[in-house]
T-cell receptor
């Protein structure tokens, strides 16, 4: 079993929709959880960072970590065409260990 | 402007010819790392550095070297490149403190082809 699994999509939604992106991970010891957005031919950019469990909100974006289910989510409210990108989840066991990325979900928001 | 700068952006080289990809950040970040991104495999960490003169292997370090002589620079060295090192490479950096466990800023990427 891979350490982190992410459905590659593609996911297509109309403008204004609520988008839910998800990852599952295998080891309950992971402590650090991130979401990145990557536009075509660009480097990833950090969207959300969460330590341990809980929710974190930043504007239209909400990140959720459920450590009991080993499940992380990113919600995008009122999605915009500019949100069209690949979204990568990433997890880290502890400081000084490698950051492990999901393979990314490609999202397309149509106007 | 805060940024991570990689050079070159595109490189085609031949098997066995040593090359260096440079990475520089202007944010005085302690932590820097290198990743490669391949279709179907995603982003994988090659090497990372917690500070000057402190480097360690990531998940896929074979065939690569790094050095961290100055805080701002973290070059990736391929002593004898092979075709299986054809990939898209990213350098990343992070400050210390609460976000030290994230890769906060990524460079624009270097697309390397080894023939």
């Amino acid at each position: 079993q891979k350490e982190v699994e992410q459905d590659p999509g593609p996911l297509s939604v109309p403008e204004g929709a609520i988008v839910s992106l998800n990852c599952t991970y295998s080891n309950s010891a992971f402590q650090y959880f991130m979401w990145y957005r990557q536009y075509s031919r660009k480097g990833p950019e950090l969207l959300m960072y969460t330590y341990s469990s809980g929710n974190k909100e930043d504007g239209r974006f909400t990140a959720q970590v459920d450590k009991s289910s080993k499940y992380i989510s990113l919600f995008i409210r009122d999605s915009q065409p500019s949100d069209s990108a690949t979204y990568l989840c990433a997890i880290r066991l502890q400081a000084g260990t490698a950051l492990i990325f999901g393979k990314g979900t490609t999202l397309s928001v149509s106007s | 402007e805060a940024q991570v700068t990689q050079n070159p952006r595109y490189l085609i080289t031949v098997t066995g010819k040593k090359l260096t990809v440079t990475c520089s950040q202007n944010m005085n970040h302690e932590y820097m790392s290198w990743y490669r991104q391949d279709p179907g495999l995603g982003l994988r960490q090659i090497y990372y550095s917690m500070n000057v003169e402190v480097t360690d292997k990531g998940d896929v370090p074979e065939g690569y070297k790094v050095s961290r002589k100055e805080k701002r620079n973290f070059p990736l060295i391929l002593e004898s490149p092979s075709p299986n090192q054809t990939s898209l490479y990213f350098c990343a950096s992070s400050p210390g403190g609460g976000t030290r466990n994230t890769e906060a800023f990524f460079g624009q990427g270097t697309r390397l082809t080894v023939v």
